[in-house]
């Protein structure tokens, strides 16, 4: 879609956002995310904005797709990250979640704050605001194939 308005929350340094606009031009790109130290490595043509998760600084339906890489995890209040994800999503707009597979905990070094999902868990909350919900494992190097370390739950309002 040309000119699609698109939010990567909980954006990092834009590395995501960075590749996005180098394959769709047209688009445009708002970078969130809850440290300003991590916004100023965003690059050029994306819009940076500091907020929360749990409050996201933006009108209902201010966008046509909404993806959070790595960055739900972080969110204390999960339900109300999920709430705030859909709200800012227009009616018919897509959204994408991807983080660790709470079944493959203990594959790494993890400390014991961070948090991964069941696949039912977050498409349960998914399933409140959006019209469809799927999950599936997604590969997180080129040359890796899916081995269920990684879910991305995508999801229709
Ligand atoms: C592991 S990094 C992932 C960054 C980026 N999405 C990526 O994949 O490169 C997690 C990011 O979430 C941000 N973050 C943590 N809690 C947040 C919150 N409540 N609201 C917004 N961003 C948050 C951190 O500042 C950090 O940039």
């Known amino acids: 879609m040309a000119n699609a308005r698109l939010l990567d929350a909980g954006c ?3 590395r995501y956002a960075r590749v996005l606009l180098e394959h769709e031009a047209s ?3 708002t970078g969130m995310d809850i440290s300003e130290k991590m916004l100023e490595f965003v690059g050029p043509g994306i819009c940076r904005v500091s ?3 749990t409050e996201l600084p933006f009108a209902d339906g201010a966008f046509d797709g909404v993806y959070a890489t790595e960055s739900l995890e972080h969110a204390v209040d999960i339900e109300r990250a999920v709430s705030e994800l859909c709200r800012v999503l227009r009616p018919g707009g897509k959204l994408a979640i991807i983080d660790k ?3 493959q905990w203990g594959r790494l070094k993890t400390p014991a ?3 991964w999902f069941q696949r039912k868990e977050l498409e349960k909350l998914l399933a409140r605001h959006c019209r469809t919900v799927r999950s599936e494992p997604i ?3 080129e040359d890796v194939a899916p081995d ?3 879910l991305s739950w995508f999801a229709e309002k």
């Open 27 to 29: 688009a445009r790109l």
């Open 113 to 115: 704050w961070e948090r």
């Open 148 to 150: 269920g370390l990684f």
């Open 101 to 103: 597979n709470a079944e």
């Open 51 to 53: 907020g929360s998760l």
């Open 139 to 141: 590969s997180y190097w």
């Open 12 to 14: 990092g340094k834009g």
